[in-house]
């Protein structure tokens, strides 16, 4: 199983970024799927989860401004990150809900 995170980088307060994770080796469609993030010194949090149906759930400190989402053609799951912050920095990990695979981690650096 490999999960393979892309599109973090260097970004200002108040811009975007969109996050994917490229997901080979189970049948994607029928897994739910979540992010998390680390940040320096802290403990890694769950940020957001997609059924496979579809359902979308968030922590409170992203809701109306990051949204996942998922192509099961593409087997590939997405976070858009609109209005970030400084505290949004972290390494972000996509990861296979119940079944316990992670991806290697995009660093997202948000900084003027």
């Known amino acids: 199983v490999q999960l393979q995170a892309s599109g973090g980088g260097l970004v200002q307060p108040g811009g975007s970024l969109r996050l994917s994770c490229a997901v080979s080796g189970i049948v994607f469609r029928v897994n739910g799927m979540d992010w998390y993030r680390q940040a320096p010194g802290k403990q890694r949090e769950w940020v957001a989860g997609i059924s496979s149906g579809g359902s979308t759930d968030y922590v409170r400190s992203v809701k109306g401004r990051f949204t996942i989402s998922r192509d099961n053609a593409k087997d590939t799951v997405y976070l858009q990150m609109n209005s970030l912050k400084p505290e949004d920095t972290a390494v972000y990990y996509c990861?296979?809900?119940?079944?316990?695979?992670w991806g290697q981690g995009t660093l997202v650096t948000v900084s003027s």
């Open positions: 990861h296979v809900q119940l079944r316990g695979y």
